[in-house]
């Protein structure tokens, strides 16, 4: 039996440290203003004034000759300030289209812009992987875009909030299909995963964990007022496995033991997989601290190569404890070299998409002279915002809350670092790559993620291991999922 204190410290996720950054925002005058009176205006406000009447409320900033004059235009045109920059006199204002033209009129006013909404400094990682540009631009077999839809995706964590809108599906009804809960103690190693229903499971010590990996699987697509959300397969359904109150081994192999019995039709015999579709990949962020040794006598080894066997591939993070390649620091059953295991590490988009960002330091690192105990492939799982709920102990400590998407939903997605961030990348890509191919095997699908990965640079150099080039800190490098399915339709 595992020890429950080491099991808990894993499934810890690295706090996030966020900063906001402007992302957007008119440079320059526009090009349609051709009246030379008034002072110019940004590229965004030229278009709200384009498409407001005279009377609309704006929020603007009027940059003044001075922080006087600015004060004064502002004033006179009667619109209200709500703040100023001082030291390079601007002033922010609210007021109606009408009044700010009567402030671009002021003699001392050298530019107007509008107040535009910002981006926070993170992702949803969809961007970096290319996993949004598969959604909107390819398709399957059957012409459907690839969205992961026809698979279902098994998150064994911490449990899952089924209401929770990253999970609606278009007619809002939850794509949770089913809400497992394991009741194991330790007389009792199996039969004890029981149906939770429509209940919020995701409410132990670690609440809000297994909610955020699996909107980050298979959340829906929002644009919020502040950030867009959206996870790897949102047309994939979510079969959830609670690890139950007890973080032990015995409970999660309970869990992967009802998917290898389970998995050809999770809602039972009677429920059509267009209704409930297969499990296809199993979503495992969690594993003991410190790493360790490949253990091929495990019960969780001798699992998920009876699920490879079945055609269902099992995903794990890679761990969270950093290293330098001096020692192998891999979660161990990731590093099961059978076809259709991944073990996932943690790349840092930098919250802009960039796929030429960073090999996150807290990922856990293989023995630089041991290619066996490398990661495979790495995905992005730090500053990710994905589903949380500010009642929930991982969201209320998370670092950047964010609203939406109806009026009175108050900090439903949060920012959380961690390869438990990284490894449902990688799961909802699998749904997505089965979507393109679902004729693929377990092996084909690792073999299309990794040949076809970006070799971002940064880390420790590339090797050649087998068919691919890969190394100790970030395995093949970054998963690019519209190169993913390229290889696969090519093979
Ligand atoms: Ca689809
Ligand atoms: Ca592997």
Redesign the pocket.
């Known amino acids: 039996m595992a020890d429950r204190s080491r099991w808990r410290r894993k499934l810890t996720v690295v706090a996030a440290a966020v900063l906001a950054v402007p992302m957007v925002g008119g440079a320059g005058a526009s090009a349609q203003e051709s009246d030379a009176s008034l002072a110019p205006v940004s590229d965004s406000l030229s278009g709200l004034l384009g498409t407001l009447s005279g009377g609309s409320q704006v929020t603007a900033l009027v940059h003044g000759t001075s922080l006087a004059a600015a004060d004064q235009a502002v004033s006179e045109a009667g619109m209200t300030k709500i703040g100023s920059l001082d030291e390079i006199g601007v002033v922010t204002v609210t007021g109606t289209i009408d009044q700010l033209r009567e402030v671009r009129e002021a003699d001392g006013v050298s530019y107007v812009e509008n107040n535009d909404k910002i981006k926070m400094f993170a992702s949803s990682g969809t961007v970096a992987t290319r996993s949004l540009e598969a959604q909107t631009t390819r398709t399957g077999p059957t012409g459907d875009s690839l969205d992961g839809s026809g698979t279902s995706v098994a998150i064994i964590d911490t449990g899952i909030d089924p209401s929770h809108p990253a999970f609606a599906a278009k007619d809002g009804s939850s794509r949770v299909v089913r809400n497992m809960k394991s009741l194991c103690t330790s007389d009792q190693d199996n039969g004890c995963i029981v149906d939770a229903g429509p209940l919020d499971t995701d409410t132990l010590s670690l609440g809000g964990h297994g909610t955020h990996v699996a909107g980050i699987a298979a959340g829906s697509p929002y644009q919020l007022p502040d950030i867009d959300v959206g996870g790897s397969a949102p047309g994939a359904n979510v079969v959830s496995l609670s690890t139950g109150a007890g973080l032990f081994i015995m409970g999660a192999n309970a869990a992967m033991e009802w998917v290898l019995e389970n998995h050809e039709h999770p809602c039972g015999p009677d429920v059509s997989v267009q209704e409930c579709p297969p499990i296809k990949v199993i979503n495992n962020s969690y594993g003991p601290s410190g790493g360790g040794e490949f253990d091929p006598k495990s019960a969780t080894v001798k699992l998920q190569r009876a699920l490879a066997k079945e055609g269902v591939m099992t995903v794990w993070a890679n761990g969270n404890d950093g290293g330098d390649g001096s020692k192998n620091l891999s979660n161990p059953p990731?590093q099961?070299?059978?076809?259709g295991?991944?073990?996932v590490a943690s790349y840092f988009d930098e919250g802009t998409g960039t796929r030429d960002g960073k090999v996150s330091d807290f990922s856990s690192r293989g023995a630089a002279e041991d290619p066996s105990s490398w990661p495979?492939i790495s995905a992005p799982g730090q500053e990710i915002v994905s589903a949380c709920r500010p009642y929930l102990v991982i969201c209320s400590t998370g670092g950047e809350p964010h609203n939406g998407p109806g009026a009175l939903d108050v900090g439903t997605y949060n920012v959380i670092s961690g390869t438990s961030m990284a490894a449902p990348q990688i799961t909802g890509i699998v749904a997505q790559l089965f979507e393109a191919d679902p004729t693929a095997t377990p092996g084909e699908i690792?073999a299309a993620i990794k040949a076809s990965a970006y070799k971002y640079t940064d880390g420790a150099p590339y090797e050649q291991v087998g068919g691919y080039t890969s190394s100790y800190d970030k395995g093949a490098g970054l998963v690019d999922v519209v190169g993913a399915v390229d290889y696969l339709e090519s093979h």
């Open positions: 990731g099961d070299p059978t076809p295991i991944i073990s495979d690792e």
